[in-house]
């Protein structure tokens, strides 16, 4: 099997040769630095391969539910689950974050999602890439519609964003009720500008915070970043 077909962390292991979106850096540090450990139920919207999930599991005790779209992701996704430590606390349904919404009246405390953010790109040659990467099926403004109806009161909705994005995001919340609580800025290298951000809204959000993390030094990754993936990376 190809190299990029599968990516082995300490703990799991997540197979990938049936997804559009691979295992990618920004996805790790997210699912590393979000405030999780108190969590007693999460929902992963988007799921993709699973890496958030098995990631929450692993620095939970929740049970967590994961929404996919795609069916051959989804499938992906199950099989990574049931080849982890965690399968009977993971339960995946295939469907839209939408028709989710509308047919469960459970709710959650804490949100993931690195959802798909580009609007009125252009087309990628592959269907399944271009709908996990394009806002198409998934608007913020269903995204904020379904995320206010499944949080709780006084839960956290935690979401990877590129930095270009995250106005018309912050703006899609707040129309929903939903206060920016913290923002993780993210740089690739400490000559680069930021590029990414985490994002955690809350119903009741009464304070801010702010923080930088920056991937990569000139001597490879920066201790902040080793130090938030070391019980994940196998090489760290």
Same mark, same amino acid.
């Given at each position: /099997? ?8 300490? *703990?799991?292991?997540?197979? *990938? &040769?049936?997804?559009? /979106? ?55 996704? *199950? ?7 965690? &399968? ?5 349904? +295939? +469907? ?76 899609? /919340?707040?129309? %929903? ?26 119903? &009741?959000?009464?304070?801010?915070? %702010?923080? %930088? ?10 201790? %902040? ?12």
């Amino acid at each position: /099997m190809p190299p990029n077909h599968f990516f082995h962390f300490k *703990q799991f292991s997540i197979y *990938q &040769q049936n997804c559009a /979106m691979k295992v990618s850096t920004d996805a790790c540090l997210f699912g590393a630095v979000i405030p999780l450990e108190e969590s007693g139920s999460i929902l992963d919207i988007g799921a993709g391969t699973g890496l958030l999930s098995l990631m929450a599991a692993q620095r939970s005790h929740a049970q967590i539910t994961a929404v996919e779209l795609d069916s051959e992701t989804a499938g992906q996704a *199950q099989t990574n689950f049931a080849k982890s430590p965690w &399968q009977h606390r993971i339960k995946l349904h +295939q +469907q839209s974050i939408q028709d989710f919404a509308k047919s469960t009246q459970e709710k959650f405390d804490t949100i993931i999602c690195n959802p798909p953010f580009f609007t009125n790109h252009s087309p990628s040659e592959d269907p399944r890439r271009h709908q996990a990467r394009h806002n198409d099926t998934l608007s913020f403004e269903d995204l904020g519609k379904a995320v206010s109806k499944l949080l709780t009161s006084d839960g956290q909705f935690q979401v990877l964003i590129p930095s270009s994005e995250h106005c018309r995001l912050i703006e899609a /919340m707040k129309k %929903e009720g939903l206060a920016l609580a913290r923002q993780v800025s993210v740089k690739p290298t400490t000559k680069k500008p930021v590029s990414r951000e985490i994002l955690s809204f809350s119903k &009741q959000a009464e304070s801010f915070s %702010e923080r %930088e993390i920056c991937i990569h030094t000139k001597d490879g990754y920066s201790a %902040e970043f080793v130090k938030l993936l070391q019980p994940f990376y196998l090489k760290l």
